[in-house]
C-alpha cells in the first residue's frame, strides 16, 4: 500500500464509484515523455492507496510516440471512457478515447485517431455533456499558437469521432488576474474540467501560470458551455494544478498536482465547497 505522499504521478484524476476511488494521472518520470502508458491506483479510504495497476499500454498501440499525458476515466453509457494526450503520426499532440469495461483497464483504444483538430497541437481533453450532447473540451497549445486557448468540439453519440468545428472559449491571456507578457512570451492553458453546482450553475476548472506560480482557475458560465461566461478569482495560486472534482457521498474534493516540479509532483486531496454558483476552498 502506499500513502499520496508516495504516489509520483502529475495530473491527477479521481473516479468515485461503488465506494473505491480509483486514481489516475501522468506517469511524471521524464515529465509523461514515452512512459509506456497509465496506471491506476485503488483506495477505499483516500489515504492508503494500491500499487499501481497498469490500465493502459501505450507501446502494445503505437502510442508511445512521445507523450503519454493526462488520463481521465469517465462512465459513460455502461462503459468506461480514457480521454488522454499521445503524440500522434504527425508528430503534433492531440486527445484520443480509449475504452475499457472497468476502470481498472485494460483499456483499448476506440476513437478513430485524435478527436482533437489534425493540424492543431492539443492536450487535456475533458468530456461534458450537455441536453443530450456530448462535448470534448481541450487545449489548443501555447507550444503552437503562443497564446493557448481552451475550445470544445461536439463529439459523436458513439465518443469515436469530433463533429463539425471546434468552438474557442477564451485565450490564457484573457482573464483579469494575467499579468501581460512582451510580445512573443507564452500564456499556457490546461486541465479544463467542467462541473455542475448543487443548483445547475456549470464551471470549468483549468489551469495556467500567474506571476510564474502553477495556478487551478475557476470560469463560471450562464447556463451552457454556448453561453456567455466569466472568470473568477483563482483558487490556487500557489504551485499546484491540473485539477478535478470529484464527490464522496455528501463531501465534495478537489485533486491536483503539487509542486510542479519534476519527479516532486503529488497528488493532493482537499476539502471543498459548492457555494452554488462557485466553488470555496473550506
Known sequence: MKTANEINIRDPFVLFENGKYYLFGTRA????????????YVSEDMEHWSEPIECFNSEKYNLNREVNWAPEVHRYNGAYYMLATFTKENGLRGTYILKADSPTGPFKPHSNGAVTPYEWECLDGTLYTENGRT??????????????TICFVELSDDLTRSVGEPTTLFSGSSPFYIEKKPQGEHYVTDGPFMYKTKNGTLLMLWSTFIDGQYAECLVRFNNSINGEFEHLSPLIDDDGGHGMVFSSGEKLFLTFHTPNQTLYERPCFIEIEDAGDTLIKK
Request: hydrophobic residues 35%.
Open 135 to 148: 462535448y470534448l473540451v481541450f487545449c489548443h497549445e501555447h507550444t503552437q499558437i503562443t497564446d493557448g
Open 29 to 40: 518520470a521524464s515529465f509523461g515523455i514515452k512512459t509506456g502508458g497509465f496506471d491506476v
